[in-house]
């Protein structure tokens, strides 16, 4: 049976970083910023190349983890992306990005509630929340404000088995169908 949760009871949720202005990349910076351009996928198993910047982080709630979950807070798709692995460096998460950072006293799995956000019922929950009419936006608390329901602890994890499976699945479709073109086009070359 699922119970319903106001996700204030189970999460915290912080702006990313705000750069106020454009974001100059430092060769040698100590920091990585994560940025909108940067979500290409629902997991983020190992971070890509990303902008350096100079930040002091020692006080920054923007530092990504492993086990955070990245929304995307502007646009018709407010999605979300699971961090799965550590970043190798400090991470800073840009705004308008927000991070989700599920309570450690909670019965939710970080990946279990990245994916239960992705789903319709969700998104159109989100999209409904949202504000805007050329650029619909959701804030924080319209986050932390939302009502979801939950499969009990021990399904979260079966979940999130069956969803990866099915993401390297249809990864595995999509570079099958890549290198069938590839032969084809030498084939015919």
């Known amino acids: 049976m699922k119970t319903a949760y106001a996700l204030k009871d189970v999460v915290t949720v912080h702006m990313g970083f705000n750069a106020r202005g454009q974001v100059e990349e430092v060769e040698n910076g100590s920091t990585d910023l994560l940025q909108m351009k940067d979500l290409t996928c629902e997991v983020i198993r190992k971070m890509p190349m990303l902008t350096r910047i100079e930040l002091d982080t020692s ?4 530092l990504i ?3 955070d979950i990245i929304i995307r ?18 991470t800073c998460l840009a705004a308008p990005l927000m991070v989700i950072r599920v309570n450690e006293d909670a019965k ?7 994916w239960l956000m992705n789903q319709k019922e969700c998104q159109l929950a989100l999209q409904h929340a ?10 924080g608390q319209d986050i932390i404000n939302l009502e979801l329901e939950f499969h009990p602890y021990e399904e979260q994890a079966s979940i999130v088995e069956i969803a990866t499976l099915s993401q390297e ?6 570079d099958l169908a890549e290198k069938k073109h590839q032969l084809v086009i030498s084939t015919l070359n």
């Open 130 to 139: 949202a504000k805007g009419t050329s650029i619909p936006m959701i804030k």
């Open 73 to 90: 807070t502007r646009g018709k798709s407010l999605t979300t992306t699971y961090i799965q692995a550590e970043p190798e460096r400090p």
């Open 59 to 62: 006080k920054s709630r923007s």
């Open 65 to 67: 983890h492993a086990g």
């Open 169 to 174: 699945l249809k990864q595995l479709a999509c």
């Open 108 to 114: 939710v799995i970080p990946a279990y509630l990245s």
